[in-house]
């Protein structure tokens, strides 16, 4: 059965309405710092570097956009314009000076354009400010350590917990720190090179045995947020996820001083809650 023209017409117009809905509201069901079944946009920022990613990414998306609308639109002119019917007597000219400037300038001025924000966002991601917390990230096989030397130099090890969610990424051990407070965070590698990478907070390092690398986030919101090793290394690279939960600075403190007992004699098997603790 043939569908009319209109029938057509609504059916398409259904689509990119869904379409338009799906762009514009897809974050909203989104929950905070972890990604969603199909996922085709960028983590939802909890950081003020993940708000310069999320600029800068929007700014080359409209960029492309232009730019290649504009080639589009020059195309269609050739085919239109220069073709042999509506041309029958193409032109000789083989030089033009101002187009000839126009078009060296103008990619020399798009580039500029790219490149000065472009390493304002690498400075501001390398440039770690005054911390307020200190805490030293150790990949291992297949898990991660965590330690923090500035409140009471207890360590505690994070692994995959299987019956919590969401899946893959819920893990025994949190990492917990406060909101609005820098905390550097020192990445290093105990046998093959791993990456600390948190998508909301716009972090992403690698870990390497015996070197120490540095970056930082500041958590802007609470509530938790996940990453995952992001580079490959070994069989169970695909279960070694990263959780941190950002809490308020009474909750931190708490949380300091039941992890401080918990994590004294160096065991692991307690969960240690930002809510205080747990039996």
Known sequence: MRMSMGRVGRHLLGLAVAGLTLATGGSAFAELGQPEPWEWHLQGSGSPVMDNIVWFHNFLSVLIIVIT??????????VVKFNSRANPVPSRTTHNTLIEVVWTLVPVLILVGIAVPS??????ELDVPKADLTIKATGKQWYWSYAYPDNGKFEFDSLMAQDKQPRLLGVDNEMVV???KVVRV???GADVIHAFALPAFGVKIDAIPGRLNETWFKATKTGMFYGQCSELCGKDHAFMPIAIRVVNDQ?????VEAAKKKY?????????SAAGPTQ
């Open 69 to 78: 609308l504009f080639v589009l639109a020059l195309l269609v002119i050739v």
């Open 251 to 255: 909750e931190f403190a708490s949380w």
């Open 178 to 180: 406060p909101v609005n």
């Open 186 to 188: 020192q990445v290093t």
């Open 119 to 124: 390493f304002r966002l690498l400075f501001l």
């Open 264 to 272: 004294a004699s160096g065991g692991t098997s307690t969960y240690a």
